[in-house]
């Protein structure tokens, strides 16, 4: 794996496409990335399930079935946008039931 991910940071690409990199590297293989990582000057894309590479990310792309968003900062950062777009979302829902007017006729009397 890490021969593959030389020839990719060698390769003068402007951009990287990586698929979970940090699979099947020890963790001095992990250190080695990083440090391609930080010195890269290219774009790319990564994909990772990686909570300490992530970490290292200056923005998290977050793919649903619905929509892809952006959110700028580290994972951690991503983690508390996230959480308050939720207690949000919940919040207005809450909200919106509790604001909801009566159904017409739901106090009427049946014959």
């Known amino acids: 794996m890490k021969a593959l991910l030389c020839g990719a940071f060698l390769s003068g690409a402007d951009y990287l496409l990586l698929d979970e990199p940090t699979n099947h590297l020890d963790g001095q293989g ?39 968003r952006s959110y700028g900062g580290s994972y951690a950062d991503y983690r508390q946008q996230r959480d308050a777009e939720q207690q949000a979302a919940r919040a207005a829902l809450e909200h919106a039931a509790t604001e909801r007017p009566p159904h017409p006729g739901a106090n009427a009397k049946r014959a």
């Open 30 to 68: 992990r250190e080695w990335l990083y440090q391609q990582l930080d010195r890269w000057r290219g774009g790319g894309i990564i994909a990772s399930h990686d909570r300490e590479l992530l970490a290292r990310m200056p923005r998290i792309l977050e793919l649903t079935p619905t929509a892809l």
